[in-house]
């Protein structure tokens, strides 16, 4: 059974981490520094794919997440057209550094 959860203009499925991780190109968990037309992030776990310690990805439009700066996030991306989108479906706030696991096996 899939439960869908409606908000705003989005419908998300509701996944647990492991099957977003499978579904997202990237995943890294970090810290907002900066947001304006793109938002840019202090990667300070890389789970998948990510090598980079900043990282600059775009908000979707038409599901965007409201993100607030200087709080902690695990943020799922996808590839699109070379653009990395994350949005309303694929982010998580984190409340402190103590969520923040490690995951490599």
């Given at each position: ?11 998300c ?39 980079d ?48 696991r490690?995951?490599?096996?």
């Open positions: 059974m899939i439960i869908l959860l409606i908000s705003l203009n989005c419908i499925e509701n996944l647990n981490f492991f099957r977003t991780l499978e579904k997202a190109d990237m995943v890294f968990e970090g810290m907002l520094i900066k947001s304006d037309t793109l938002l840019t992030f202090k990667v300070i776990n890389p789970i998948k794919q990510v090598s310690t900043i990282l600059v990805i775009y908000n979707d439009k038409e599901c965007p997440y409201n993100f607030e700066l200087n709080k902690l996030y695990r943020v799922f991306i996808k590839k699109e057209n070379s653009k990395l989108i994350t949005g309303n479906c694929f982010v998580e706030k984190l409340e402190d550094y103590e969520e923040i490690d995951y490599s096996e």
